[in-house]
């Protein structure tokens, strides 16, 4: 059986790159659309197959709970809105996808996963990269033991913003600026690179305030992690320059992705350089979208828990809220 998504939001992501995808699932299909566009959704409807009874408005999306052709909403929308529409569609009854990062603070996520529990559904968080098979393989080699003990985790992850009035550049509509968006990936990556959760973080924020971009939100931000095994990671975002980096420095060698977390092209390499460059075997799914929104409906459908349920979504936000502290304060934040 197929389960049925509804997408939330149809911007860029939503309409873009989710729903092409659900012709590559093998249990997921697209059966209702969320949109604050009518001409655009009725648009999007026909083109997908959608009924237009499926199609709902930011106001009627409660009585999503009265169709049963719904099993699984997925929230594509800005991060400030991720709360709302996650705890509206647990209270309709339906399991939940969320987009990253998961909301604007710690204390969001935690109402999230509370109202997802309180109504028996399942909460997953849009992390697409533990689907992705350069990721996976590059997690594969580092356990394997592949480059030794594990030593030193690096990742730079940023790209160019430009309209001053995009919603990533508001803090009430982002929570924050690159680190959210982008750097989130860097944090993300050296927790499941590493295995381990940090145990301290110290960062710095360098930004423009007089550039029109960044007078709510940072454009770079530099963070160090310590973590537990004595591995210390050292990260940075930006929204000044394009950049998509991991390198994983063990005693014996290293795993180095460059591009490591993009939508296509990723590369990686394994050894004490780029020489030898490694094929990863195929990933779970078609693609790493498909992988994601089937690994979803395969937990409700076996009542499993997601690999990146809501639990993972807020430790990248309270590990969000503490660089900021530190950047702010600045000073070392021990976590523990
Ligand atoms: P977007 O601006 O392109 O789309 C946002 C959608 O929300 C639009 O359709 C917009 O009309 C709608 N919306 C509803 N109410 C709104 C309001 N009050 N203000 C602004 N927009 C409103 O953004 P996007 O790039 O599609 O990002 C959506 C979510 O997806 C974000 O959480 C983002 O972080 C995430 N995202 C994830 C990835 C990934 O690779 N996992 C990539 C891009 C975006």
């Known amino acids: ?83 709302e529409y996650t705890i509206r569609a647990a209270a309709a009854g339906k399991h939940v996808m969320c987009e990253k990062p998961m909301a604007v603070s710690s204390a969001e996520c935690e109402a999230m996963i509370a109202a997802c529990k309180k109504a028996g559904k399942k909460l997953m968080i849009g ?17 394997s033991g592949a480059i030794g003990k594990l030593r030193y985790f690096r990742s730079e992850h940023g790209f160019t913003t430009g309209n001053p009035n995009a919603w990533r550049l508001k803090k009430a509509m982002s929570g924050g600026g690159s680190l959210m968006d982008i750097g989130i990936y860097a944090l993300n990556a050296a927790r499941y690179m590493t295995g381990e959760e940090p145990v301290a973080v110290y960062a710095k924020e360098t930004t423009d305030r007089n550039d029109p971009r960044f007078r709510e939100v940072e454009d770079m931000i530099e963070f160090q992690l310590e973590f537990p095994s004595g591995v210390i990671g050292s990260c940075m975002s930006m929204y000044s320059a394009n950049q998509n980096h991991i390198l994983l420095m063990g005693d014996k060698g290293r795993i180095d992705m ?21 094929t990863p075997p195929p990933g779970p ?26 639990e993972e979504g807020l430790r990248d936000i309270r590990l969000i809220e503490a660089i900021y502290r530190s950047a702010r304060e600045q000073k070392r934040i021990a976590l523990v």
């Open 258 to 278: 460059e591009p490591g977390t993009r939508y296509d092209g990723n590369k990686l390499w394994v050894g004490q350089d780029r020489s030898t460059q490694v």
């Open 127 to 143: 992390y697409r990269c533990h689907f992705e098979p350069h990721n996976l393989e590059a997690i594969r080699l580092a356990r």
């Open 1 to 83: 059986r197929k389960l049925g998504y509804a997408i939330v939001g149809l911007g860029g992501y939503g309409l873009g790159v989710i729903i092409p995808q659900f012709k590559n699932c093998q249990h997921s299909k697209l059966v209702a659309l969320v949109s604050g566009d009518p001409l655009k959704a009725k648009k999007v409807a026909a083109e997908y197959g959608v009924p237009e009874r499926s199609i709902y408005n930011y106001q009627n999306f409660d009585a999503i709970k009265d169709n049963p052709d719904i099993d699984i909403v997925y929230v594509c929308l800005p991060v400030s809105m991720h709360a």
């Open 285 to 310: 799914g078609l693609t790493q979208w498909a992988a994601q929104l089937d690994h979803l409906s395969q937990c409700v459908i076996n009542n499993r828990e997601p690999i990146v349920a809501g």
